[in-house]
């Protein structure tokens, strides 16, 4: 059975952990194999990253050295859980991916993104998602729900505002491989929006995707298709 590579992004406090959850027990139900996964912190070198990262004990991080730890986190996590679980045909559910770095680091820290782009991809190994629900929510009422901040979720508003607004403009880059949901929604109703769209997702031929998928990472780099054909998912 055709592997698939699904991610949920957006602001803190969205439910991308209950959503993505609620997918993979739905998925597990109806027989697939799915491993359920998030960024960062899979794993033992994950969650020592996960660590750095996201405790306030850290304090200031310069942001080039924030975004390559991201980086590496998921470097490892590419070669280690998606892509095996991938290779057995098995659906993998991640919550936040190459997005959230391009987001966070890249807008909210006003980091050149065309320097960072072809770095998180190239961490990546140019793995290129199925399908990434985007969970759309105002920052502020999104950051309400926190309790104890991390580190991240403690930067000031406009910090914020402007992980948002990339996350968007993403989704507007690419509206083939994107739902984008109003979370402000009911849990239920965004949960039977995004399982309509993984089952349009099942429907689409895997060689017709995979030419999609070669299509928009030309568009990214400007690649020629053999430079990306053997990265991308089985």
């Keep these: 059975m055709q592997g698939r590579f699904i991610v949920f992004e957006g602001g803190d406090g969205a439910g991308k952990t209950t959503q993505s959850a609620l997918l993979a027990e739905w998925l597990t139900g109806r027989g697939r194999d799915v491993v359920?996964?998030?960024?960062?912190?899979?794993?033992?070198?994950?969650?020592?990253?996960?660590?750095?990262?996201?405790?306030?004990?850290?304090?200031?991080?310069?942001?080039?050295?924030?975004?390559?730890?991201?980086?590496?986190?998921?470097?490892?996590?590419?070669?280690?859980?998606?892509?095996?679980?991938?290779?057995?045909?098995?659906?993998?559910?991640?919550?936040?991916?190459?997005?959230?770095?391009?987001?966070?680091?890249?807008?909210?820290?006003?980091?050149?993104?065309?320097?960072?782009?072809?770095?998180?991809?190239?961490?990546?190994?140019?793995?290129?998602?199925?399908?990434?629900?985007?969970?759309?929510?105002?920052?502020?009422?999104?950051?309400?729900?926190i309790g104890e901040r991390d580190r991240l979720e403690s930067a000031d508003d406009d910090f914020h505002a402007r992980t948002r607004a990339h996350f968007l403009r993403l989704a507007e880059r690419d509206p083939g491989r994107y739902l984008v949901v109003d979370a402000r929604?009911?849990?239920?109703?965004?949960?039977?929006?995004?399982?309509?769209r993984f089952e349009r997702l099942e429907s689409e031929d895997p060689e017709t995707l995979q030419v999609d998928r070669r299509g928009a990472l030309r568009a990214l780099f400007g690649a020629e298709t053999s430079d990306v054909e053997g990265t991308l998912a089985p």
């Design 36 to 145: 359920l996964t998030r960024e960062p912190g899979e794993g033992p070198v994950g969650a020592k990253i996960r660590a750095i990262l996201l405790d306030p004990a850290t304090g200031d991080l310069s942001p080039r050295a924030e975004a390559l730890l991201y980086s590496a986190d998921r470097a490892h996590h590419v070669d280690t859980t998606i892509k095996p679980a991938l290779g057995r045909g098995a659906v993998v559910v991640c919550d936040r991916y190459i997005d959230s770095t391009l987001a966070y680091q890249g807008a909210g820290r006003t980091l050149d993104l065309a320097d960072l782009e072809p770095i998180a991809w190239w961490a990546a190994d140019h793995l290129v998602p199925d399908l990434t629900i985007l969970l759309d929510l105002d920052p502020v009422e999104g950051l309400a729900t």
């Design 185 to 196: 929604a009911s849990i239920t109703a965004i949960q039977e929006q995004i399982r309509a």
